[in-house]
């Protein structure tokens, strides 16, 4: 019988806004092909075809190509015995399968978890990372990584960032085939399909704002999990703290070839400083993520009644 529950503190708040969050994708999703639809009526099989088979590609793939692109080698226990062991203490305390475990060859100091599900997740730390923390300081890391497993985050987010690549794609295509041919000829369905772009830009916008909203509510939950499951909030702040100082001695070069990835990581390469960057984020500031930890950690020193 497949597992379906685990340790980690439900967020039923998590839940609420992956469920509004993939209806309002969907809902984005099935308007923009409605309107390739009935602008582009001799070539829907086209659309049809490709949508479906790039969102199969999409799901299937897209963790193992980021996975590839940010450089994760698998390791055994006898190659990382520390890295395993930190891995083996949390799918205890969580009750869940153990992920397939990696190291990256990178001076920048982070961790990321891929996979659809627990088990075929994979989870990995920097060589950065490891050297720079403390044992109970990169407990806390892994255990926010595998709350993302935990809670499928990986696959929502898989999901809801699809609508985004379709569009441009599907605007790439009928722009090359269709655009120019029929703008010359003062053809009114040419016109019509000269409104694909900003329907497309429109959708894009929306589908990116949305999963970014997401995308920070996912990462307080991860952090909020975490420290329950291993039941030391400080650490993981110290993590987050240590961390972000670090990052300022990487080298630009270094942080910009991470930061397509950020999306992925415990901790962006860059952090948004300005109000506008913050709504554009992939993860929520560092004060907001020590605030909550902050409480967290009072609520468990104050004693029960």
């Known amino acids: 019988m497949a597992r379906t529950r685990n340790r980690y503190a439900q967020d039923r708040g998590l839940t609420t806004r992956m469920v509004t969050t993939m209806f309002l994708i969907g809902l984005l999703y099935v308007v ?16 049809l075809i490709l949508a479906g088979g790039l969102f199969v590609a999409q799901f299937w793939f897209s963790d193992r190509i980021a996975a590839y ?69 990169l407990e806390g890391v892994l255990a926010h990584e595998m709350s993302h497993v935990a809670h499928r985050d990986v696959a929502v987010m898989t999901v809801a960032s699809f609508l985004g690549v379709l569009a441009g794609l599907i605007t790439r295509i009928a722009l090359w085939g269709n655009l120019g041919r029929s703008a010359r000829s003062n053809d009114p369905v040419g016109i019509a399909i000269m409104l694909i772009p900003l329907v497309s830009a429109v959708v894009y916008a929306l589908s990116f704002l949305l999963t970014r909203l997401l995308s920070r509510y996912r990462e307080l939950s991860a952090d909020r999990t975490a420290a329950l499951l291993t039941g030391r909030p400080s650490a993981l702040a110290s993590a987050l703290t240590k961390v972000s100082g670090q990052m300022a001695r990487i ?55």
């Open 251 to 305: 080298p630009t070069e270094d942080l910009r070839a991470a930061e397509p990835y950020n999306a992925f990581y415990f901790m962006p390469a860059f952090a948004a400083k300005e109000s506008l960057g913050r709504l554009l984020s992939s993860h929520p500031t560092l004060e907001q993520r020590l605030d909550q930890l902050a409480r967290i950690s009072a609520s468990l020193d104050r004693p029960q009644q």
């Open 69 to 137: 692109g940010m450089g994760a080698r698998e390791v055994t226990p006898e190659e990382a015995p520390e890295l395993h062991g930190t891995v083996d203490r949390i799918c205890a305390l969580a009750d869940m399968p153990k992920p397939r475990v990696a190291i990256a060859q990178s001076d920048v100091p982070n961790a990321f978890a891929t996979g659809r599900s627990e088990r075929s997740a994979l989870v990995c730390a920097t060589t950065g990372l490891l050297r720079r923390l403390e044992p109970e300081e």
């Open 32 to 47: 923009l092909v409605g309107v390739l639809l009935a602008l582009l009526r001799g070539a829907w099989p086209i659309i």
